[in-house]
């Protein structure tokens, strides 16, 4: 395990591209970052989370742009007015994966989880290290970690944890399912929509 602070933008992003497992903090709660397109990071954070594709929870995907999440989803009108709105941010939008677009992990799967943090740190990793898998740094059943010292103690096998600490009493974000013919939200962060 390394540690390195926020500020070392060029070492989190060569991580990352490595197919490191990478914690780095969020505007809500910290994070296990991984690229899109690495396997062994995947495989990886699967045994972090202890997450099996049964589960019923899938990672989120972090897009490379606001304009590439018509890549992985399908958007409707109504998500498209909730992206314009509040995305990047602190919401994550549930809605239908786009049939075009195959991945060994979310083919499992027929709706997929977008969110873009809107932390600067995401701001500038993104155009560098292209789409992300996000997930909330904690292993299964606890409390999502909210600084570095924490995840330094309960998951000691992260590759890379970015220093620092997120607001005190901070949820995870909103989870807001537009599959469905209603808006339903899944989770309430502390974003209200």
């Not at 109504?78 to 195959?102: C, M, Q, W």
Request: overall charge positive; charged content about 20%; cysteine-free.
């Amino acid at each position: 395990m390394i540690q390195t602070s926020p500020e070392h933008v060029s070492e989190i992003i060569k991580s990352i591209k490595k197919g490191y497992v990478v914690a780095l903090p969020t505007e809500t709660v910290y994070g296990l970052a991984i690229s899109l397109n690495s396997v062994q990071a995947l495989e990886k954070l699967i045994y972090l989370k202890r997450r099996d594709l049964n589960s019923g929870k899938v990672f989120t995907l972090v897009p490379e742009s606001k304009d590439a999440i018509s890549n992985y989803a399908v958007l409707n009108k109504t998500a498209r007015e909730y992206i314009a709105k509040y995305v990047p941010g602190e919401l994550t939008l549930i809605l239908h994966k786009n049939p075009d677009f195959s991945h060994a992990y979310f083919d499992h799967f027929t709706t997929i989880g977008i969110r873009i943090p809107a932390s600067p740190l995401f701001s500038q990793i993104l155009p560098e290290t292209g789409p992300l898998l996000l997930t909330s740094a904690n292993p299964r059943g606890g409390q999502p970690a909210i600084s570095s010292d924490e995840i330094a103690k309960t998951l000691p096998k992260v590759d890379l944890i970015v220093e620092g600490r997120t607001r005190e009493g901070k949820l995870p974000s909103t989870v807001l399912d537009l599959t469905g013919k209603k808006p339903v939200v899944v989770r309430q962060g502390d974003l209200e929509v």
